[in-house]
């Protein structure tokens, strides 16, 4: 009986505290006239705001917060967000979690990674069937093979025109009821396109070339972007299908650039753009969203800021440092924390390839996750050796990578050798992730 009254003090209390947020909420909304509308688990305040005139804040003006204890609502959070500026718009979702709350820049991410697509299927198939089923489809990008231009990758980008409509085709793929030819498809946030100011940019003299032969070499290239001016180029790095085109004056890229994007060299149809800079902070993120590749910055040719000579990319650092014959005793550039586990702490078993790739230091992870998005096997390392001229056993690791869907099978072998097995096989894994 007691439990029983318990329950009834408890439900009243809940119904009362509920009558007193919904009054604090409705003179909320009097004395600021905002709107409230709630859908789709979330509870949506503004936007826009009224009096509001003009095309709604551009990207890169909203923010997340996250951890906000479950019984904070519009009424006490309006008042505390608005000491930064003017609220657009306010979503609360319905389900929180307790403890401090964390605040970031928001990812207004329009763009989804779909995997697993059959590599028959083209740019135009693919988006006719995303247009079926989700709503606000952009654009699809879909990347040429390497090897055959009339096969896509096995998987695609989806754009779409916010990122609330990205938000709802993600919520309606994910749970796999969705298979276009007959394929269970892999759906996931795709990386966010990588943003370089203006000033930087403006800097730039060098081209990304996308979409070449494999056949194709380094000297027709040059060649081919010496044509509309001769000796502009000043060098050019092929990597598989890609390359860059360094110029010795900004204006001859930006011109060619504009001459050679669509051309054909050796029958394949390139694409060009400006080469985007990468700089220390970069991860190999971008090489999953079709970007430049994550490999070292030497090979874009940016200068130090600060010395005026070439750095180099590498995760750890310190190989980066040890493959180029020297050797450091400073820190990795990935800082990596602990925290202590308190008792009663609750952990959950998760799968790696649930995690980000922010989880992921080093290129041999990034590989692994990169085969299992890819429906590809795990890829497979073979460790050779040989005798230096002074005694020292030097190792390089071979790396296969099969494709389950067509049984194709890919080797990828670096050009250096290492004397640690540690290192041969963070740089064959790297290698491997610059070609694929």
């Not at 081919?224 to 004056?249: I, T």
């Not at 310190?318 to 180029?324: A, C, G, K, Y």
């Not at 071979?398 to 670096?414: E, H, N, R, W």
Request: glycine share 6%; proline share 6%; net charge positive.
């Amino acid at each position: 009986m007691h439990e029983e009254n318990k329950a009834a003090a408890n439900g009243c209390s809940k119904i009362r505290r509920g009558a007193q947020n919904g009054a604090a909420l409705l003179a909320l909304m009097e004395k600021t006239g905002y709107s409230m509308v709630q859908q789709n688990g979330q509870r949506k305040f503004g936007g826009p705001p009224p009096g509001w005139e003009g095309p709604p804040p551009p990207r890169g003006c909203e923010v997340f917060v996250g951890k906000i204890p479950r019984d904070m609502y519009e009424d006490e959070l309006v008042p505390v967000f608005e000491r930064a500026g003017k609220i657009y718009e306010l979503r609360l979702m319905m389900e929180f979690s307790g403890k401090f709350i964390g605040v970031c820049v928001s990812l207004d991410n329009c763009r989804l990674f779909i995997g697993a697509i059959p590599k028959d299927k083209k740019k135009e198939e693919i988006l006719n069937e995303m247009k079926k089923v989700t709503e606000g489809v952009v654009d699809v990008i879909v990347y040429p093979n390497a090897t055959d231009k009339t096969k896509n990758r096995g998987f695609a980008f989806v754009e779409y025109e916010s990122h609330r409509a990205a938000a709802m085709a993600r919520r309606r793929l994910i749970p796999g009821t969705f298979q276009p030819w007959g394929h269970t498809i892999q759906v996931d946030w795709a990386d966010p396109e990588k943003v370089v100011d203006e000033e930087t940019m403006q800097r730039v003299k060098v081209l990304y070339v996308r979409n070449l032969m494999i056949s194709t070499t380094e000297d027709k290239i040059k060649a081919e972007f010496n044509k509309f001016k001769p000796g502009v180029v000043e060098r050019v790095k092929k990597l598989r299908d890609y390359a860059f085109v360094h110029f010795f004056h900004r204006e001859d890229a930006v011109a060619a650039m504009s001459v050679m994007n669509g051309k054909c060299i050796d029958g394949a149809s390139i694409e060009v753009t400006l080469a985007k800079p990468v700089n220390k902070e970069s991860s190999w993120k971008q090489h999953f969203n079709g970007q430049i590749s994550p490999s070292s910055e030497n090979l874009l040719g940016f200068p130090n800021k600060e010395d005026g000579t070439q750095k180099s990319l590498g995760k750890p650092a310190s190989l980066s440092i040890r493959l180029n014959g020297q050797h450091s005793t400073g820190p990795p550039e990935v800082e990596r924390s602990t925290y202590p586990i308190f008792p009663g702490i609750k952990l959950t078993p998760i799968s790696m390839y649930s995690l980000k790739l922010s989880h992921f230091s080093s290129a041999v992870m990034h590989l692994d996750y990169f085969c299992h998005k890819n429906s590809w096997a795990p890829p497979e390392y073979c460790l050779y050796s040989t005798t230096s001229q002074d005694g020292k056993i030097l190792l390089v690791y071979k790396v296969l990578i099969s494709s389950i869907a067509d049984d194709s099978q890919s080797y990828f072998m670096p050009e250096k050798l290492c004397t640690t097995v540690e290192d041969a096989k963070e740089l064959a894994a790297q290698f491997t992730l610059l070609h694929l």
